[in-house]
């Protein structure tokens, strides 16, 4: 069965700090990876989409990395604002029909 | 750029009622999309469309139903309300379902059925 797993659930890091979201996938076969973030009461939004080739991607100051051998996935967050505290959702696609496999999401939040 | 909006932002509704979801783009994108996330889980798929006239199945159809008549409208209809509808819908489009093309999403649409 296709899943998606994302951990951890949910993490409190203080502003300016560093840190690093997991996602591993069953998904097979393998079309695309995408990170989303997901404000409070708002629409996923998009931050990075890999394909099978590519194992890391930057977006300011997220970075994304993935292993398709392992099939997993990390998202780097540098310096962490305030504004980073969202959701982070990984969403993998399949390529025999494109159907999108979305993970239940990281919920970040940023202390002052 | 309004990009992907639907309406209303909030609704409730009593058992048995119906109701449409309204979401219209202004991308000019093929394909569309409603999902459904519920507290803690991840997106599911409710419909989707691949142009004016065409629409089939996702994950999660049974008690919705959708038509497009145009390129840039996608509404969701709720026939007879039911608690477990109880959820937040989000509509969203994209040029189509190939890999690298971005999702678009609206803002959501808050529906409690009680």
């Known amino acids: 069965k296709n899943q998606v797993e994302q951990s951890p659930q949910s993490l409190i890091i203080l502003e300016g700090k560093n840190c690093t979201l997991q996602c591993n996938y069953t998904v097979s076969p393998f079309s695309n990876l995408r990170w989303y973030k997901q404000d409070t009461g708002r629409g996923p939004v998009s931050l990075t989409i890999?394909?099978?080739s590519e194992n890391t991607k930057s977006n300011g100051r997220y970075t994304a990395t993935l292993d398709a051998d392992t099939k997993q996935s990390s998202l780097h967050i540098t310096a962490s604002q305030l504004s980073d505290s969202a959701s982070y959702i990984c969403?993998?696609?399949?390529?025999?029909?494109?159907?999108?496999?979305w993970g239940a999401g990281t919920k970040l939040i940023i202390k002052p | 750029n309004a990009g992907v909006t639907q309406t209303p932002k909030f609704r409730i509704l009593k058992i048995g009622q119906s109701m449409t979801l309204q979401c219209t783009q202004d991308m000019n994108h093929n394909y569309m999309y409603w999902y459904r996330q519920d507290p803690g889980m991840g997106l599911k798929l409710i419909y989707y469309s691949v142009g004016a006239g065409i629409t089939d199945k996702g994950e999660v159809p049974n008690g919705y139903n959708v038509s497009r008549s145009t390129t840039e409208d996608f509404p969701l209809r709720l026939e007879l309300a039911a608690p477990s509808q109880t959820s937040v819908y989000f509509c969203a489009s994209s040029v189509d379902w190939g890999s690298g093309n971005t999702i678009y999403f609206g803002e959501g649409s808050w529906l409690t059925v009680v």
């Open positions: 969403v993998v696609s399949a390529r025999s029909n494109y159907q999108l496999i």
């Open positions: 890999m394909t099978f």
